[in-house]
Nanobody, 123 residues
Framework: QVQLVESGGGLVQPGDSLRLSCAVS????????IGWFRQAPGKEHEGVSC????????YYGDSVKGRFTTSRDNAKNTVYLQMTSLKPEDTAVYYC????????????????WGQGTQVTVSS
């Protein structure tokens, strides 16, 4: 059974940076596509980024392009989301998800989900 655990959330000010981690157990991280998603109160679930299986092609949502970077550390079986130039509208619970079919993640679906980590951007 694949399990995902997110960490690294917190309260930061606008313009700050934060790095989220998604630790994968029960499977090898590069055998799965890993997606980052977020959900803010009263808003729809939003895809943030996605890294594919194998060679790791990366896709970003339009609202985070140029500010967020996803990377994968196969040795640590972990995927990261580096967030820079954070804005109040980035406030949300951030989730990572895994699926052996990357295209499922790109439409917001995934076989395995973490519990989420809260990111709050406020002055």
């Amino acid at each position: 059974q694949v399990q995902l655990v997110e960490s690294g959330g917190g309260l930061v000010q606008p313009g700050d940076s934060l790095r989220l981690s998604c630790a994968v157990s029960g499977g090898t991280v590069d055998d799965y596509g890993i997606g980052w998603f977020r959900q803010a109160p009263g808003k729809e679930h939003e895809g943030v980024s996605c890294i594919s299986t194998g060679h790791g092609s990366i896709y970003y949502g339009d609202s985070v392009k140029g500010r967020f970077t996803t990377s994968r550390d196969n040795a640590k079986n972990t995927v990261y989301l580096q967030m820079t130039s954070l804005k109040p509208e980035d406030t949300a619970v951030y989730y990572c998800a895994a699926d052996d079919t990357t295209s499922n993640l790109r439409v917001g679906s995934g076989d395995y989900w973490g519990q989420g980590t809260q990111v709050t951007v406020s002055s």
